[in-house]
Structures are given as C-alpha cells and as structure tokens.
C-alpha cells in the first residue's frame, strides 16, 4: 500500500485537476469580465484607499486599515515562501507565470469575498459574525451550502494552516540552527530544532488569539508591514546581485509555462499541466483567493462601504501575488538553487525545498545573513498567518455551534502547532492542497450567484448617498 502521503497528494492532485483548476481560473476570468476589470480600472483608488485613512463606521470591533492588515497578513503567510518554492521546484519555472495569472484574476474574486463578507455580515457594535456562510444563507438563500462551507472551514482551518505554518517555520530554522533529533514516543527520531520551534510559536500563537479578534488586529497592524518590507528589501538584494541573470530567468518563466516536459522529467507531455496545476495550487495557497477567507477578515471592519474593503482585497491580492510570490520564485532561480534542485529530483535525489530553498538563495548573496533573514520572516509570515486564521476557523465553528467551543477550539489549535512543526512537508502541503479545493467549492457557487451585486460595487463611487446602490444593513 502507498504511504498516505502519496494518497493523499493523489487526492488533491485529482481535485486540482482539473476541477479546481477550472472553477478558479474560470470563476476568475468571469468575474473579472462582470467586474469590468475592477483590478485595472480602479487600481489608482485601490492604491490611495491603502495609503490614506479612511472614515470609519458605527460597526465592527477592527478599523478599516486594522481589517486590511488582518487579511494581509493572514494571506501572506509561509506559503509565499514554502509554498512557491515548491511550486517551481515541482512545477518548474513555468509554474511563476501561473501564478501571476492566476493572481491577476483573483483579484476579481478577492473583491467580491470582501464587498459581500462586509455586506451580509451581522454586527452590532464590537460583536461580529462574518464571513461566506452569511452569504451563502442570506444572500445566496442556501442555508445547506453555508453550513457545508462551514464545516469545511472549519476543518479546514484546524487541520491546515497549524501544520503548514509551522512545518515551514521549523524547516527555515533547522537550516540556520543546529538540529539534533529527539526519540518521541508513536513519532519516532524528530528535529529537535523544529520541535522548539513548534512549542515556541504555539505559545505566542496562543498569547495572542486568546485576547480575541482585537488582539489580532493589533498585532496584524504591526507586524504585516514589517515581514513585507523586510523581505522585499531582502530579496531585492538577491536579486540584484544576480541581475545579469534575470533576463534569461523570465524567458526560461515563460517558455517552460508551455513546455512538454514537465521539472521532474517523468511526465513528457504534461509539462503545462504540472506548471498550471502547482501554479494555481500555490497561488491559490499564496493569496488565498477562492478560500473566502477574506470575507471573514473584511467583514470585521468599522466601515459601512463594502467598495472600500473591496479595493483594499485588490491591493492585498497585488502585494501578494506580484509582490512577495515574485520575490521567493526569482530568488530560488537567478541563484541557480531552483535549477540545482531540479536536477537533483531528476536524477533520483531530493533537492532543496520549501523555505530551504529560498534560505539557500538569500545565502549566495548574503553568507548566513540572508539564511537568518528568511528564517525571521518566515517566522512573521506563519506567525500572523496563524493568528488570522485562527480566527477564521472561529467563525465557521461558531455558525455551526455557537459561541461555546470558541475556547476549547482556541486551545486545541494552539495544541497542534508542535505537530505541524516536525510533519513531513510532502504530506502537510498535500494535505493543505486537499482541503483548500473542497473549501473553494461552496464558496465560489456563492460568489458566481451574488455576481451582480458585487458588480454594483464595483461600479460605486459616491458613499452610501446614491440610492441605485443596496446598502450595508
């Protein structure tokens, strides 16, 4: 019998292809097209909105900027290193070109999660319910498409993003820090260096969702511009020592994007396939568009203006697919580690992956440092990853039962943080794959369905005067 972890990544690989495949890039391009490009034609609002303060409203226990933050740095999170690391080292380089793509019709898609999450969420006050269930039953009038979209966030969020977050905190670490390994009992020999890496961030993970959704804000708040800036700055360093290479880098991007051969060298002919699947896999997983996660995460803010936190899902979206995703893949390929690597796998080893990758890369430039700088931000990246989702999980599990469980599921996910540090990748990013594809199902029927009103949004610009448009309850 194959191990579970090829059995599972069997699973999410029938799923991505090519249904989730399709339903992304599909629902994608539709959106785009009912939207009327909103990504391109309100880009310059988009900007000026993230840049400025914004007018608050009467509801909701985030500011505006404090929710963009929240959904900022809950979508940047490890798989924006771990995760396009592997997605080109699997899918070859070709896989970058997908994830732009891909990102630029999320773009659609992230609008829409957050102009209906902030238009069907139920609020009074500080106390918020938000996110795709509220409008899949009352937008969409699907009370049984919101409970499964729940059950599945709810899963989703306590069975993924503890394991993936900290999985690649503990990989960037063990690559700068020694590592010994412990005898664990029913675990077998596990890395020391991940294991306290696990127990560490599950205790700060907890010290900050145990204050609840304002807690996160605040720490979103702070810590989002930080982990972007630092690895920008970071990567365009790299990237500049090696620049003489980048021209050839981005043709050999757009040229393996429809090559035959696909990286591993064993599936001759489904090379486009495997760079498409793994691109929009990880660019999914990158910007989490699809997810409805944003949703959750606009519908917290003190504004009345569903276009306002629409346009603020645009910019996050951008950052994240054309910004920070950019940065990890070119690093791994003008430094040759992505090629290496490669050819390790064809030849019958195991290359570099995940966050090693890209630590490896900082490193041809910057000896140790860049090493460490990877490490650190991988760590921001997961650590505010996890506190944003864990609110996420909290309110699929409280439409489905209540406020009651909110406590013990804080508890046990904070628990399950140290497991997630020593798993194996292979089978903790197939797991995540799996998972993902059954959330984006439900949640992109409600998105398709409610297309005209978040069209209407795109199209406003004058505040809750205009009588054409519906407003916010």
């Known amino acids: 019998m194959p191990p579970l972890s090829d059995l599972i990544q069997r699973a999410a690989d029938r799923l991505f292809m090519p249904w989730v495949l399709v339903v992304l890039m599909g629902g994608g391009i539709y959106l785009t097209l009912r939207l009327r490009f909103v990504q391109i034609r309100r880009f310059r609002e988009a900007l000026g909105i993230m840049l400025s303060a914004q007018p608050k409203g009467k509801d909701g226990p985030l500011t505006p900027f404090q929710a963009f933050m929240t959904a900022l740095g809950a979508s940047i999170g490890t798989g924006n290193i771990a995760g396009v690391a592997t997605a080109i080292i699997s899918g070859g380089p070709g896989a970058l070109f997908w994830i732009w793509c891909y990102g630029f019709f999320a773009t659609a898609i992230k609008f829409c999660e957050a102009v209906l999450g902030l238009r069907f969420r139920v609020a009074q006050g500080d106390s918020v319910k938000s996110g795709p269930m509220y409008y899949l039953r009352d937008g969409l009038k699907s009370p049984a498409l919101a409970w499964l979209y729940a059950v599945v966030a709810c899963l989703g969020a306590l069975t993924t993003t503890p394991f993936s977050q900290p999985n690649s905190i503990g990989v960037a670490m063990t690559h700068v820090l020694p590592s010994g390994e412990l005898l664990l009992p029913w675990l077998g020999p596990v890395s020391r260096t991940s294991l306290y890496t696990g127990l560490a961030v599950g205790v700060l993970t907890w010290a900050v969702i145990i204050g609840g959704i304002k807690t996160i804000g605040r720490a979103a708040e702070k810590l989002a511009p930080l982990k972007v800036g630092l690895y920008l700055a970071g990567g365009l360093i790299v990237i500049l020592t090696h620049v003489a290479m980048l021209p050839s880098v981005l043709a050999l991007v757009f040229r393996e994007a429809f090559s035959l051969q696909a990286a591993g060298g064993t599936a001759a002919g489904l090379g486009v396939m495997m760079a498409m699947r793994?691109?929009?896999?990880?660019?999914?997983?990158?910007?989490?568009?699809?997810?409805?996660?944003?949703?959750?995460?606009?519908?917290?803010?003190?504004?009345?203006?569903?276009?306002?936190?629409?346009?603020?899902?645009?910019?996050?979206?951008?950052?994240?697919?054309?910004?920070?995703?950019?940065?990890?893949?070119?690093?791994?390929?003008v430094s040759g580690v992505a090629q290496h690597s490669i050819a390790v796998i064809r030849a019958g080893g195991e290359g570099l992956t995940s966050t090693a990758a890209v630590a490896s890369a900082f490193n041809t430039s910057m000896p140790t440092v860049g090493g460490w700088i990877v490490a650190f931000c991988s760590f921001l990246f997961g650590y505010t990853t996890l506190i944003g989702w864990a609110f996420y999980g909290e309110q699929a599990l409280e439409y489905l039962v209540g406020p009651r469980a909110t406590k013990f599921y804080r508890w046990v996910y904070c628990l399950l943080i140290p497991f997630g540090a020593i798993a194996k990748p292979t089978a903790v990013w197939a797991w995540g794959d799996m998972m993902n594809a059954l959330q984006v199902f439900p949640n992109m029927i409600g998105l398709i369905g409610l297309t005209g009103l978040a069209a209407m949004y795109a199209k406003r610009r004058g505040g809750n005067g205009n009588p054409s448009f519906p407003e916010t309850p």
């Open 278 to 333: 793994y691109g929009v896999a990880r660019g999914v997983y990158a910007n989490e568009a699809g997810y409805g996660t944003a949703a959750v995460a606009y519908g917290t803010a003190q504004s009345d203006r569903p276009e306002q936190q629409g346009l603020h899902a645009v910019m996050e979206t951008f950052i994240v697919s054309c910004v920070t995703s950019s940065i990890s893949a070119l690093t791994i390929l």
